[in-house]
């Protein structure tokens, strides 16, 4: 089970405000890797208050504060150098960063609300026998392609159907023209959990 990073409350509990942190720490409060925060000291982002003799980073509760602040501009889908440029306008986000966000947000969702509706539309046409005999290997690629799926995609829907209805994946493979041997190899491949890409063309 993927471990879940505490949230704010549980991060201002844990940890008394005079405390001073180590990197380690400060990450495991935050569930951000060590790597994660010495890249945001190299690009700026969070520098630690202070160092120890031996030159080992400490952060304080100011530092605490600032990397929660990182951490829900984050989760609201902020890249790193707008996180910065708002930081560095005393922390109030500039409205058109947020607006631009927001407009971006909308974007996206239209896009997979879009890319959900072909694939159920092929979905539909395949549980009810009325997928052309026209379509073959290519068209099929070519379509998943314009619904925005790149070759990892393909690979997690072919294991996904495999898991689901393996006949009904046999059946459909062979539908496109693919020789049993080859939908074989691909139902083998969709049953682990690599979700391998097979010759490039995302089968």
């Given at each position: 089970?993927?471990?879940?990073?505490?949230?704010?409350?549980?991060?201002?509990a844990?940890?008394?405000?005079?405390q001073?942190?180590?990197?380690?720490?400060?990450?495991?409060?935050?569930?951000?890797s060590?790597?994660?925060?010495l890249?945001?000291?190299?690009?700026?982002?969070?520098?630690?208050?202070?160092?120890?003799?031996?030159?080992?980073?400490?952060?304080?509760?100011?530092?605490?504060?600032?990397?929660?602040?990182?951490?829900?501009?984050?989760?609201?889908?902020?890249?790193?150098?707008?996180i910065?440029?708002?930081l560095?306008?005393?922390?109030?986000?500039?409205?058109?960063?947020?607006?631009r966000?927001?407009?971006?947000?909308?974007?996206?969702?239209?896009?997979?609300k879009?890319?959900?509706?072909?694939?159920?539309?092929?979905?539909?046409?395949?549980?009810?026998?009325?997928?052309?005999?026209?379509?073959?290997?290519?068209l099929?690629?070519?379509?998943?392609?314009?619904a925005?799926?790149?070759e990892?995609?393909m690979?997690?829907?072919?294991a996904?159907?495999?898991?689901?209805?393996?006949?009904?994946?046999?059946?459909?493979?062979?539908?496109?023209g693919i020789p049993?041997?080859e939908?074989?190899?691909?139902r083998?491949w969709s049953?682990?959990?690599?979700?391998?890409?097979?010759?490039?063309?995302?089968?």
């Open positions: 089970m993927q471990k879940k990073p505490p949230s704010q409350e549980r991060t201002a844990a940890v008394h405000p005079g001073s942190l180590t990197i380690s720490k400060l990450g495991r409060l935050f569930g951000l060590r790597s994660a925060l890249y945001y000291d190299r690009i700026g982002l969070l520098k630690p208050s202070d160092r120890t003799r031996a030159g080992y980073r400490c952060y304080n509760g100011e530092d605490r504060r600032r990397l929660e602040r990182i951490c829900g501009f984050r989760r609201a889908g902020l890249g790193l150098e707008e910065r440029m708002i560095a306008s005393a922390g109030k986000p500039p409205a058109a960063v947020l607006e966000r927001f407009h971006e947000i909308g974007e996206e969702i239209r896009a997979l879009a890319k959900q509706g072909l694939l159920s539309r092929m979905l539909t046409g395949m549980a009810s026998a009325k997928c052309p005999a026209a379509v073959d290997r290519d099929w690629v070519e379509m998943l392609r314009a925005g799926m790149d990892a995609a690979a997690r829907w072919h996904e159907f495999e898991q689901r209805a393996p006949e009904a994946h046999r059946e459909f493979l062979l539908s496109l049993e041997g939908a074989q190899e691909i083998t049953q682990s959990a690599r979700n391998p890409v097979h010759n490039g063309e995302g089968f």
